[in-house]
């Protein structure tokens, strides 16, 4: 196996390194549209309180990084994205993600984004390696890497490990370093295909042995259209943390206490100080 990679990602105040040795960091997904009519209404009409009060609310859940995404019918992203960062960054102090696969709109969330952030995403697409990567190499930020490409989602741990090579070697040509590509080896839902998570943990594997990267997952996908899909989320992030995944991207209210728990089994928690701490000081359910 390769040595740990180590992914900085610096805030307005606070610093956050992805590794194989640090606790699993945990990236809130609450600020994001997609099937959250509320918020796509409230972003429709520029209304950026309701970004930063779910900011807030998460890093008090415990998110250590804060996920942007505005992509929402309606919406000028190239405009409302760089406006909707600097709103988060007003309120909160950890690292941001910044979600987008608009690159005018990236680029312009890049220009005022404060400290060290975390691009969301590049995939293995030759138009999405053109657009991004020359945006991550000029303004020096680590960058999530979708194992996809042009033929789509690939069925098998092998091919996704092809597609994470090649976002590599595109990434070394610009001298973007490998720590700072983090492999999303892309959680599907099993209610479609009961393999799904078998070949997800397996590439996970994989990319550790053979390419040592850190690992993200969009982790509650794995649930969708299935019954107390909390269960299932918890039992993934669970196999995915022993797997090797580094960061998951989910809702802190309810990953924080099985990614602390995970961590602590598996030894990343001395004298469980922080599986204590958070329980001692767990928030109220939001409403």
Not at 90 to 96: A, G, K, R, S
Not at 145 to 160: F, H, Q
Not at 219 to 232: A, C, E, Q, T
Request: net charge negative; charged share 20%.
């Amino acid at each position: 196996m390769m040595s740990t990679m180590e992914t900085e990602l610096v805030g307005k105040q606070t610093s956050v390194t992805i590794a194989r040795a640090n606790p699993t960091v945990i990236i809130g997904e609450r600020i994001n549209p997609t099937g959250r009519k509320r918020l796509a209404a409230e972003l429709v009409a520029g209304n950026i309180g309701y970004v930063k009060r779910e900011a807030m609310r998460q890093v008090e859940q415990g998110a250590d990084v804060i996920d942007v995404n505005v992509g929402a019918a309606g919406v000028d992203e190239v405009a409302l994205l760089p406006m909707a960062v600097q709103a988060v960054a007003e309120v909160v102090d950890v690292p941001i993600s910044i979600d987008t696969a608009n690159p005018v709109a990236l680029e312009a969330a890049l220009k005022v984004c404060p400290g060290r952030p975390l691009v969301n995403s590049v995939n293995g697409e030759d138009r999405s390696l053109s657009a991004i990567l020359p945006l991550v190499a000029q303004y020096k930020v680590p960058v999530i890497g979708l194992l996809m490409d042009d033929e789509g989602i690939p069925a098998t741990a092998e091919r996704r490990l092809e597609v994470a090579r090649k976002i590599i070697a595109r990434a070394k040509s610009l001298g973007i370093a490998p720590a700072d590509i983090v492999f999303d080896c892309l959680a599907l839902t099993v209610s479609t295909s009961h393999e799904a998570a078998l070949i997800t943990l397996d590439t996970i594997r994989r990319v550790v042995a053979e390419i040592g990267s850190n690992v993200v997952l969009g982790s509650s996908n794995v649930s969708f259209g299935l019954p107390d899909r909390g269960m299932i989320n918890s039992a993934f992030v669970t196999l995915a943390i022993a797997a090797g995944m580094t960061a998951t991207i989910s809702n802190p209210e309810h990953m924080k206490q099985p990614v602390l728990a995970t961590d602590l089994v598996l030894g990343k928690d001395e004298w469980a100080m922080r599986y204590i701490t958070y329980f001692r000081s767990k928030p109220k359910p939001s409403e």
